[in-house]
T-cell receptor, first 115, second 114 residues
Framework: AQSVTQLGSHVSVSEGALVLLRCNYS??????LFWYVQYPNQGLQLLLK??????LVKGINGFEAEFKKSETSFHLTKPSAHMSDAAEYFCAVSVRASNTGKLIFGQGTTLQVKP | EPEVTQTPSHQVTQMGQEVILRCVPI?????FYWYRQILGQKVEFLVS????????KSEIFDDQFSVERPDGSNFTLKIRSTKLEDSAMYFCASSRQGDLSPLHFGNGTRLTVT
């Protein structure tokens, strides 16, 4: 069965600092991996995804994530935090070839950006 | 950009009442989903729907829940007899190709059962 663990329910960084949000997954088959962002009172918006190919994937708003199979990780990074990045971030795994598109989410990480 | 729209944004109901949450997926999408997020907890999968039938459902999706695509545009989630523990944010999502394409989520309906 698939599962996702996000280390740290709250992360606080200063504006301009590096953002690192950690995600580890468990999957018996090669996974599809996703990061979603949720702003207050809004739905989940896709930041980026990994399916196959290049293990470093770039997403919107300057975010990127690297799939490391040996570490079963898919950490999200951004070189320089902006105040508008404050939101909740969810890592998710999809069961490849299930064809249902079902996502298993981590518990989420709230990113706080301090001026 | 096309969006998934959900109505209402907030629904308050009494325990034991039936509620219907409504969603309009993106028009060329073929796969439809409901997820829920209890306050402070993770987003949980409820059900996926494809080709006019349920393709997968979770343990949460018991006989009290049902989904329907009554016409070519709407996708509904019905809870027959609500319980206090059904209070949550319910998200509808759609995708074009199942696991080959990302899910697009609506803004959610906050259901409060009193």
């Amino acid at each position: 069965a698939q599962s996702v663990t996000q280390l740290g329910s709250h992360v606080s960084v200063s504006e301009g600092a590096l953002v690192l949000l950690r995600c580890n997954y468990s999957s018996s088959v090669p996974p599809y991996l996703f990061w979603y962002v949720q702003y207050p009172n809004q739905g989940l918006q896709l930041l980026l995804k990994y399916t196959t190919g290049a293990t470093l994937v770039k997403g919107i708003n300057g975010f990127e994530a690297e799939f490391k199979k040996s570490e079963t990780s898919f950490h999200l990074t951004k070189p320089s935090a902006h105040m508008s990045d404050a939101a909740e971030y969810f890592c998710a795994v999809s069961v490849r070839a299930s064809n249902t598109g079902k996502l298993i989410f981590g518990q989420g990480t709230t990113l706080q950006v301090k001026p | 950009e096309p969006e998934v729209t959900q109505t209402p944004s907030h629904q308050v109901t009494q325990m034991g009442q039936e509620v219907i949450l409504r969603c309009v997926p993106i028009s060329n999408h073929l796969y439809f989903y409901w997820y829920r997020q209890i306050l402070g907890q993770k987003v949980e999968f409820l059900v996926s729907f494809y080709n006019n039938e349920i393709s997968e459902k979770s343990e949460i999706f018991d006989d009290q829940f049902s989904v329907e695509r009554p016409d070519g545009s709407n996708f509904t989630l019905k809870i027959r007899s609500t319980k206090l523990e059904d209070s949550a944010m319910y998200f509808c999502a759609s995708s074009r190709q199942g696991d080959l394409s990302p899910l697009h989520f609506g803004n959610g309906t906050r259901l409060t059962v009193t």
